[in-house]
């Protein structure tokens, strides 16, 4: 049977960092991999990243947004399509917004039952990210609602806790130890919110340092397998708490991208963006791919590109994000 891997993580912890090394250390031991996009929107920029770098190193497939039954049935299509085509293993990378117990009910579907075994699940956790919502609970001012993470946003970093067999911790050339006890007991506080009696221990997390995973760490990651700890079910995705907004053609003002992510991020008319990813052309043969969030933003030039930036997040006022573009053309919304 083809194995499965499935890896989860809030948006922009690094998954699709973590992908790209991953299917490069399986391409090495010989093995013939498939990755499967299950983007939250109907654009899917981390495809794009994937394919400029991985080439044809292994099959790229993508499953774009729609009403949950239609997403449904397209994921299920390329699962089957994978199997029958017999890869050693599929790895599939969902949105930062997913219902991680639907994807596993969906692998005990016929035929997919017969064809595919999960294998592994493994959790991205951007430990800076993590690390500075419990530096902010130290201080006096963390009363504002945006400082921190929601109680929606904690919802889905502890569902997907829930389930992994392993949890990686990415971003994190700057955790000492004590910082890793403190980023591991804010996790376990996110699983007790959801009623999870699961803690975490030193054995289910894997600290990615100095940017790389060791041999040791890959053997880990291979031999993860998954869990099924119980938790309080809440429809968060399906409540309507985060929706992505789509800005056509963009043209930047004319400030560093950094300092612009910035004042969107800080803005609270902006409502509570948590990521914000795309590609903007820059009058040649190419543009620059942006990828920010809070915490960071990336900017990378880049020959390839669908013209649009998303944003996602909680509360979304796409007028008023709108309005830090010099220009755009809005001919989607989702």
């Known amino acids: 049977m083809t ?3 499935l890896i989860t993580g809030f948006l922009g912890a690094g998954k699709t960092t973590f992908i790209l090394e991953y299917v ?16 939250y929107g109907a654009i899917n920029v981390d495809l794009l990243l994937l394919h400029e770098e991985l080439g044809d190193k292994c099959r790229l497939e993508m499953v774009i ?22 890869y050693d293993r599929v790895i599939v ?3 930062g917004l997913f219902d991680v117990d639907e994807f596993m009910d969906l692998l005990y579907e016929e ?23 419990v530096e902010l609970r130290k201080k006096e001012d963390a009363a504002d609602g945006r400082a921190g993470y929601s109680e929606e946003t904690r919802y889905i970093l502890a569902e997907e806790l829930t389930k992994a067999g392993c949890v990686l911790l990415s971003k994190s050339e700057e955790l000492s ?42 053997e880990r990651i291979l ?3 998954s869990r099924d700890a119980a ?39 902006c409502g509570n963006p948590v990521r914000i990813k795309g590609f903007v052309p820059d009058g040649t043969d190419g543009g620059i791919m942006i990828n920010a969030t809070k915490e960071q933003t990336e900017v990378e030039k880049s020959s390839v590109g669908q013209p649009v930036i998303i944003v996602i997040g909680e509360r979304i006022n796409e007028d008023k994000i709108g309005s830090y573009w010099a220009a755009y053309e809005n001919e989607y919304r989702n």
């Open 3 to 5: 194995k499965v891997d």
């Open 24 to 39: 490069k250390e399986l391409v090495q031991r010989g093995e013939r991999i498939g990755v499967i996009e299950n983007d």
């Open 65 to 86: 947004g729609g009403d949950p039954d239609c997403h449904r049935r397209r994921l299920k299509t390329k699962l089957i399509a994978m199997g029958i085509d017999r």
């Open 93 to 95: 990378e969902p949105s």
């Open 111 to 133: 035929p997919l039952e017969h064809m595919l075994r999960l294998e592994n699940v493994i959790a991205v956790v951007d430990a800076d990210a993590v690390r500075q919502q």
């Open 177 to 218: 130890p004590e910082g890793e006890a403190e980023v591991t007991d804010y996790l376990n506080e996110c699983l007790l919110e959801v009623g999870c009696k699961r803690s975490l221990s030193e054995k289910d997390i894997l600290v990615k340092r100095e940017g790389r995973i060791d041999e040791a760490g890959w």
């Open 223 to 225: 031999s993860a397998g």
């Open 231 to 269: 938790y309080v079910k809440k429809n968060i995705l399906k409540e309507g708490t985060y929706r992505s907004v789509f800005f056509f053609h963009v043209t930047l003002p004319d400030i560093p991208v950094d300092e612009l992510m910035r004042q969107i991020f800080t803005d609270p008319e």
